[in-house]
């Protein structure tokens, strides 16, 4: 009875009265109303601002087909296996089959190279390597991200491809019977290939495979790793049969979102793969245009509409294409943590 009568006490001492507890209603009420009205407030600004990028996204695509239409109407070749690129108003004659197989062949064997030493570099970071070494190491990586593209270029075709030479010359001469390395459309002493192009887009998407893979291996409970280090784990064996299958899923959604950066890099390659030829193969000692590049090179010829237009087009396909690599990525990504 005591304590029944304390707790109808105030904090004067006098005993609460149902007045009291009236009085007190209204503004817990009202600061209730209010925290509700500020979620549903947040909650709409969300929606909205979701719905404001896909608007964009489908503008930005609808406006590439209605620039696209009139040049493709105009088109004499087949616009999807047609290598010619003539685009003359007169004669209009342009296909993307080349542009696509320069486009695929550089960035995945950027991706090849790039993402294994991501995931090596992300597991030393943070499974080796201490804390207080860590973190400036993992800002080092990370600078090689604010390097300008152009500086990549420039470092690309006039030091890294002369070094290349004799590597690209062994490999063509051992290796040649294999369609990657067979004899492409440049000479291999100018060092202007796809091969060069791919290891330059290798270090350039380096730092965003490597961000992404770090802090999603870094999410692995320590719980998982400490029990398995206490069933007898190695180390290496904790590393592959718990962070690497828990990291998964970043490993594959950093190295699409650099598989995109690859596919639509432009003065880099542009300043490597200065030794267009047409009829390209499927080797990686071809040189040719990819689809930025190609767009960026012909800026002059944007004064005329029919021009434009197939400029415009080749986007439109590479817009198409990068949202299939990221819809593959989340697929892949998807069924794997599920699984």
């Known amino acids: 009875m005591a304590t029944e009568d304390e707790s109808r006490k105030g904090d004067d001492g006098a005993p609460s009265t149902p007045d009291t507890a009236r009085a007190e209603a209204p503004e817990t009420t009202a600061f209730a109303g209010s925290g509700g009205r ?43 296996t047609s290598s ?41 970071l943070v499974q080796y390597v201490p804390q207080r070494l860590s973190r400036p190491l993992s800002a080092v990586i990370d600078l090689l991200a604010a390097v300008p593209s152009i500086i990549y270029g420039l470092w690309g075709i006039f030091v890294l491809a002369p070094f290349l030479v004799p590597l690209q010359e062994w490999l063509n001469e051992n290796l040649g019977w294999f369609f990657l390395f067979k004899t492409g459309n440049v000479e291999l002493s100018l060092g202007s290939t796809v ?109 005329n509409v029919d021009q434009r237009g197939a400029y415009i087009a080749a986007g439109l396909v590479l817009f198409v294409l990068t949202f299939v690599v990221n819809a593959i990525a989340r697929w892949i990504g998807g069924g794997r943590v599920n699984g």
Do not use: C
Not at 45 to 63: E, K, M, P
Not at 93 to 111: D, H, N, P, Q
């Open 38 to 80: 500020m979620e549903n407030a947040f909650k709409w600004a969300a929606y909205a601002s979701g719905l404001l990028l896909v608007v964009v996204i489908a503008l930005i695509f609808l406006q590439l087909v209605v620039q696209a239409i009139p040049a493709l109407s105009k088109n004499h070749v087949n616009f999807l």
């Open 195 to 303: 091969f060069t192009a791919g290891i330059v887009l290798a270090i350039m998407i380096l730092p965003i495979i490597t961000s992404i893979t770090r802090e999603s291996l870094r999410q692995t409970p320590v719980a998982q790793q400490e029990a398995a280090l206490a069933l007898g784990a190695t180390k290496w064996e904790v590393i592959r049969l718990t962070v690497l299958p828990y990291g998964r899923s970043g490993i594959v959604a950093g190295s699409m979102l650099a598989l995109g950066r690859a596919l639509g890099e432009t003065i880099a390659v542009l300043i490597i793969l200065f030794a267009a030829t047409k009829n390209s193969i499927w080797s990686l000692f071809d040189s040719g245009y990819t689809f930025a590049s190609k767009i960026a090179s012909a800026a002059a010829e944007f004064d």
């Open 84 to 124: 010619e690129w003539q685009t003359s108003p007169s004669n209009m004659r342009f296909g993307i089959l080349e542009l696509l197989k320069i486009t695929v062949l550089s960035s995945v064997m950027a991706l090849i190279i790039a993402v294994p030493v991501a995931v090596g570099i992300a597991t030393f």
